[in-house]
């Protein structure tokens, strides 16, 4: 037998029956329309129908059925509060105050600290005018919870109301000694204020700022001081709020408050100690608001010499945050130390910067993160010889310096040279130079050996510095510029064979960084001597071991210069232009022939002859757009040029290659007869 159906689709296995169907309904529902649904089915529900008591039996009938049902529900559930005081509340407004009384005190047998019982009670005796017993109510209130606010309010709100300021201050006498929140000590204050005992509310302020030790109650005592007028008394209260406070637990409100006051009382002189007072004691995180009012303080009332302090100090404190949070952070040292030099004075004060940011070296071997730290010390040593005027003492941080870089991994030129112009400017060359020498020897570079060099010939001594060239290119002698400036020094001093020697020397080495530099000041050298062939010597040399356009281009214009008469002149510049073609043609190099062209053209047209212009321009190539195919298949077009030499050699190459072919062909025909002819005499001589 199958499963009997139960209500809800489930039969007796309890499990939901199997959906055949799956497929949304045709007609969909929703849940607004199910609720819509439900709220127009739902029945209208019955109301009690109201009654009217038409006599003191009914009367008496009807309160003795609700006293049934209120007794009823209080007996289930004796606990709940809410029922008493329906019931209470029921009572009163049948003006049955005793039985009211009566319940009231049932729940207070219930539950004796419920707040609500107490009020509603209260409330009900002080609308019946029972003076005395709602008195003595809030009294039972206040002695069962003494730390309930709402009570000891209500109880001195009453006698207030009543005339009894007396009684009222009697309770808040008593409220008092339960040391309650700051609210009720206010409302203490307000109450004596109102009746005007202004020796009452200072003792009570006294009692208050025992038990309330925060800055806002010594405010709150020195403004109602302030408002009496007694300004004495108020630098007191805010002397006693210092002392008592102590630098632990001190407020920086406390301080802006007292100096605002003295500036309403025209003492600006006593605000302006009372701020810098705090600023010293306070602690940089507990004093940012007061600083900010000392600042608006001294714009407003300060000199020239104040302001800039303040703006000093305001930078200066964001420095030390910043190196709070990074200790190493150089450009912060840099910026700091610069602050404590632009005050005057300071000299002590910017000397121990100094040394806290040199203390704060890298602890690892990596150049990068030394570069902005040795600026420190370089910064250090002109300030101790510049502003402090301690020439000893600035050459001790050099010679610190000196010994903390790791020089065996890496090194400052601008530490070593700066190091020797000091010594230069006391007047001990001798010094400057074992410096120099020292460093050169523990760490060449060339930075060390140009400044040494520059030195050397601001003191006139070139002996000296044709010592130090001659070290300089034996460290690198790949460094052209270093075999120009050596000859120039030569040349200078009139010595052309030692600069022409060095030059030679220069061009012979295996390896140059920049080759066409040194050629270019030999060939200007020789060309400013007037020894022109030399120096056509010179570019054939350089074009014997580079065939760079500008090279050929510059021979060029040197014989179109150096020529005695303008048709040689022009002459011997084509003969230039015709090797340098001919040359760059053979190489394959399109945009060296294009510039080549263009820069002969401009000649041809500056010197003007029969044909020559037109000449140089039959030669000018054609500008072609062309394809190629990339790496990736695609194509991609370009500009080329096209030369008519390069036409005129491509077809005389096409017709050379067609008769190769050609007489190619005719010997393979003439071949294969000369084989068939052989066959034939075989067979005949077989026959």
């Given amino acids: ?62 309160q003795m059925r609700r006293r049934r049902e209120f007794e009823e529900g209080v007996r289930k559930n004796r606990s709940n509060i809410a029922e008493w005081l329906r019931y209470a509340s029921w009572e009163e407004s049948q003006n049955e105050v005793h039985r009211a009384r009566s319940i009231y005190e049932r729940a207070m047998d219930v539950d004796s600290r419920s707040q609500t019982v107490y009020i509603k009670y209260a409330e009900m005796e002080m609308k019946n005018k029972n003076t005395n017993l709602a008195r003595n109510l809030y009294d039972r209130a206040v002695t069962v919870l003494p730390r309930v606010s709402q009570f000891w309010y209500r109880y001195t709100y009453m006698e207030e109301l009543l005339g009894n300021i007396d009684g009222a201050r009697e309770i808040f006498n008593r409220w008092m000694q339960w040391e309650p929140e700051a609210d009720a000590w ?20 006294e009692r208050f700022v025992f038990v309330h030790p925060e800055s806002k109650t010594w405010l709150k005592w020195a403004k109602f001081e302030e408002d009496l007028g007694e300004t004495d008394r108020v630098r007191d209260i805010f002397g006693r709020a210092i002392d008592r406070l102590g630098e632990a637990f001190m407020d920086q409100h406390i301080f802006i408050s007292f100096a605002k006051f003295e500036v309403r009382m025209k003492e600006v002189e006593r ?46 404190m964001q420095y030390q945050a910043a190196l709070k949070h990074d200790a190493r952070d150089y450009d912060t040292w840099i910026d700091y130390v610069k602050l404590e030099e632009s005050v005057a004075g300071n000299i002590e004060r ?34 101790e010889e510049t502003a402090a005027k301690d020439v000893e003492r600035a050459r001790q941080v050099y010679v610190a310096c000196v010994e903390l870089i790791p020089h065996k991994q890496f090194t400052f030129a601008k530490l070593w040279l700066q190091y020797a112009w000091f010594e230069i400017r006391q007047g001990d060359v001798g010094a400057a130079r074992r410096a120099l020498g020292q460093a050169l020897g523990m760490c060449p570079k060339d930075k060390l050996f140009r400044g040494y060099i520059e030195l050397e010939l601001e003191l006139r001594e070139f002996d000296r510095v044709r010592t130090l060239y001659s070290k300089y290119v034996e460290f690198n002698p790949t460094n052209c510029a270093t075999w120009v400036e050596f000859a120039k020094l030569e040349a200078a001093l009139g010595e052309d064979e030692r600069c022409r020697a060095l030059f030679e020397l220069a061009v012979e080495q295996p390896t140059l960084d920049m080759p066409e530099v040194l050629w270019k000041a030999y060939i200007d050298f020789e060309y400013d001597q007037g020894d022109y062939d030399k120096t056509r010597e010179l570019y054939e040399r350089l074009l014997s071991l580079t065939d760079h356009v500008k090279v050929w281009i510059s021979l060029a214009r040197f014989e179109l210069a150096v020529a005695a008469d303008s048709e040689s002149r022009v002459a011997a510049a084509r003969a230039v232009y015709e090797r340098a073609y001919s040359r760059l043609k053979e190489l394959r190099l399109t945009e060296e022939r294009l510039a080549l062209l263009e820069s002969w053209r401009d000649v041809e047209v500056s010197e003007p002859q029969q044909g020559s212009v037109a000449a140089v321009e039959k030669k000018m190539p054609r500008r072609v757009r062309k394809r190629r195919r990339l790496d990736d298949g695609s194509l991609e077009e370009y500009f080329d040029y096209v030369f008519p030499d390069d036409e005129e050699q491509g077809a005389r190459f096409k017709l050379l290659a067609k008769a190769h072919m050609w007489k190619q062909k005719a010997s393979e025909s003439a071949a294969t007869e000369q084989v068939g002819e052989n066959s034939d005499d075989n067979e005949e001589d077989g026959e």
């Fill in 1 to 62: 037998m199958g499963d009997v159906a139960k209500p809800g689709g489930y039969g007796q296995s309890a499990r939901p029956p199997k959906i055949k169907n799956k497929s949304a309904a045709a007609v969909q529902i929703t849940a607004e329309q199910l609720i819509r649904e439900a709220y127009e089915r739902q029945g209208s529900v019955q109301k009690a129908p109201r009654q009217k008591v038409l006599d003191g039996e009914e009367l008496s009938d009807y």
């Fill in 186 to 205: 206010s409302a203490f204050i307000k109450f004596e204020r109102r009746y005007g005992e202004t020796d009452h509310a200072r003792a009570v302020f």
């Fill in 271 to 316: 605000a302006r100690a009372i701020y810098k007072y705090a600023l010293e004691r306070l602690p940089k995180a507990k004093s940012q608001a007061l600083y900010n009012q000392y600042t608006l303080f001294e714009k407003q009332y300060g000199d020239r010499e104040e302001i800039e302090d303040v703006v000093a100090n305001k930078r200066r």
């Fill in 350 to 383: 910017t000397r121990d910067v100094y040394e806290q940011a040199i203390a704060e070296y890298p602890r690892v071997t990596d150049k990068r993160l030394w570069r902005r730290y040795i600026y420190l010390w370089l910064y250090y040593a002109l300030f």
